[in-house]
């Protein structure tokens, strides 16, 4: 007896059935391309725009003043004040907080020849000749905080000269500590300073010099940007720190 189920030849479905696999085994490695593609693509876009945004800002930012320059506290001494800057009496200069070194600071101040509490003497021009200013000690009532804070120069001694070297090399030392934050004016930290502290202390060394005599000036304005512009034939004669 027959069997009621009709057969049929399975053989000419075989080439579909391979294609239907075939198509699924490759279509993963499809989507996996087409991704890789788009995501590299990506990546190669924003690299790009990125280098396009850093150099136009490099741009825009090259006239203006870097304010991640250690110790910046902008272009005049109006603007250190407003800056929330002291003015140090080491560096002779307006000085952010972590480049201020208080204690040291205080030091230097009561390291000076005057009795009983070490104060050092400071000059200021009374007037202006042929021969240079006119110098007369500074009054008490008036201090160097307000001579920058009004961008007046003023002068100082040999003896505080040479005190001004030997504390900032103090305060570089200091500064190499691992558990210091303390930051040195870049002005002062390089060997320009050293080289000139050593030359003008052996000066005084070699030649005798009178630790009272009136030799170092100040400048008013912008000290650290200013500091060899000489504003007269008897400033040029002048040491400055």
């Keep these: 007896m027959q069997s009621s189920f009709c057969s049929f030849e399975a053989e000419p479905l075989q080439p579909q059935l391979m294609a239907s696999v075939k198509r699924y085994f490759e279509s993963p490695k499809k989507t996996l391309l087409l991704v890789t593609v788009t995501i590299l693509a ?111 120069d003023y002068f100082a001694t040999v003896e505080w000269h040479v005190a001004h070297c030997l504390f900032t090399w103090r305060k570089q030392v200091k500064s190499r500590h691992e558990e210091s934050n303390l930051v040195v004016e870049p002005w002062n930290d390089d060997e320009d300073h050293v080289r000139h502290c050593s030359g003008y202390i052996w000066n005084v060394i070699r030649n005798g010099r009178s630790l009272d005599e009136v030799d170092t000036i100040i400048p008013g304005k912008a000290r650290h940007e200013r500091r060899f512009t000489s504003t007269s034939s008897f400033s040029a004669t002048l040491n400055r720190p």
């Design 42 to 152: 990506t990546w190669g876009l924003i690299d790009i725009l990125s280098r396009v945004s850093n150099r136009g800002h490099d741009l825009i930012s090259s006239n203006e003043p870097n304010i991640d320059t250690p110790c910046w506290c902008g272009s005049s001494d109006e603007e250190a004040a407003a800056l929330g800057c002291i003015y140090d009496h080491i560096a002779v200069d307006w000085l952010p907080t972590h480049c201020h070194d208080a204690d040291l600071v205080d030091e230097f101040d009561a390291s000076g020849p005057a009795p009983p509490n070490g104060t050092w003497p400071y000059y200021r021009a009374t007037s202006h000749g042929i021969m240079g200013p006119q110098l007369a000690l500074l009054d008490e009532a008036i201090t160097i905080d307000s001579l920058a804070r009004g961008g007046e």
